[in-house]
């Protein structure tokens, strides 16, 4: 079990940015891929970006490629997601997650741990 907390959301105006973070406090995730979804009204839940354990494979949706960045801390046992550039069709909740899978996981099914969700909303 991974108990897996968000925060960073918010209102941005397009062009903005914001950090989100993502914090494991029931245990380590330093063995586990970590990726970034975000879901829209009226959408699925749809990849963003994922990072192996060590931080040296990164993997982004083509929409939010030079945009984003996922970047972790095994230290503080936290995945960041820095969103610079934002347009208002990034504006969803976007969640945290945590795959005991391989790397080059881009579906929501292959995530067993799953944050609340924040909101981010980015105005035009």
């Known amino acids: 079990q991974v108990h897996l907390v968000e925060s960073g959301g918010g209102l941005v105006e397009a062009g903005g940015s914001l950090r989100l973070s993502c914090t494991a406090v029931?245990?380590?995730?330093?063995?586990?891929?970590m990726g970034w979804f975000r879901q829209a009204p009226g959408k699925e839940r749809e990849f963003v970006a994922h990072?192996?354990?060590?931080?040296?494979?990164?993997n982004y949706a083509d929409s939010v490629k030079g945009r984003f960045t996922i970047s972790r801390d095994n230290a503080k046992n936290t995945g960041y997601l820095q969103m610079t550039s934002l347009k208002p069709e990034d504006t969803a909740v976007y969640y945290c997650?945590?795959?005991?899978?391989?790397?080059?996981?881009?579906?929501?099914?292959?995530?067993?741990?799953w944050g609340q969700g924040t909101q981010v909303t980015v105005s035009s």
């Open positions: 997650a945590v795959s005991e899978g391989a790397v080059g996981l881009t579906s929501r099914f292959e995530y067993e741990y």
């Open positions: 029931d245990r380590p995730i330093d063995n586990n891929v």
């Open positions: 990072i192996n354990w060590s931080g040296a494979v990164t």
